[in-house]
């Protein structure tokens, strides 16, 4: 009983940094799609303007 407590608890303990770690992961792609995404629509305003003006 006390060994099955114990392998329970380190396989947890082991978890921890495995779940932090897809978190970062999670984090990092959520604010590279944020500097993406804003860099495209900036980008776009740019492309209608020179089209409007009628520059190529």
Same mark, same amino acid.
């Given at each position: ?6 392998? +329970? ?12 770690? #897809?978190?970062?992961?999670?984090? *990092? $792609?959520?604010?590279?799609? +944020? ?12 492309? #209608?303007?020179?089209?409007?003006? *009628? $520059?190529?």
């Amino acid at each position: 009983m006390l060994v099955a407590r114990r392998r +329970g608890e380190r396989a947890f303990v082991m978890m921890l940094p495995i779940i932090a770690a #897809a978190f970062a992961l999670l984090l *990092g $792609a959520i604010g590279l799609y +944020g500097v993406i995404s804003s860099a495209v629509v900036q980008r776009r305003r740019e492309i #209608a303007i020179l089209m409007a003006i *009628g $520059a190529e």
